[in-house]
């Protein structure tokens, strides 16, 4: 199967920025949604945003009007760009694929310093 490799995290400040990818093989990134998903440290894993090969999105409302998810087809990659981030966004960031998230990526850290 098709495999998915997370990139971008890192330590960032209270309102700083980042951007994280998702490289995808051409298969799977074509014809599946996508989507991020984060676990903290001693919660439940969260879904943060998807995506539909047609370019659907959608957010959680925590993240609602500072992510953006986005992808290109181009280079197989899926990004999700991260404003305004807080301590509350610490957390192993995700990306998943397929009608049943099938697909998973190992995770990149992201930590928000206070």
């Known amino acids: 199967q098709a495999q998915l490799v997370e990139s971008g995290g890192g330590l960032v400040q209270t309102g700083g920025s980042l951007r994280l990818s998702c490289a995808a093989s051409g298969s799977i990134f074509s014809s599946n949604r996508m989507g991020w998903f984060r676990q903290a440290p001693g919660k439940q894993r969260d879904v943060v945003a998807v995506?539909?090969?047609?370019?659907?999105?959608n957010y959680a409302d925590s993240v609602k009007g500072r992510f953006t998810i986005s992808r290109d087809n181009a280079k197989n990659t899926m990004y999700l760009q991260m404003n305004d981030l807080k301590p509350e966004d610490t957390a192993v960031y995700y990306c998943a694929a397929g009608r049943i998230y099938e697909y998973w990526g190992q995770g990149t850290q992201v930590t928000v310093s206070s």
């Open positions: 995506i539909t090969p047609a370019g659907t999105t």
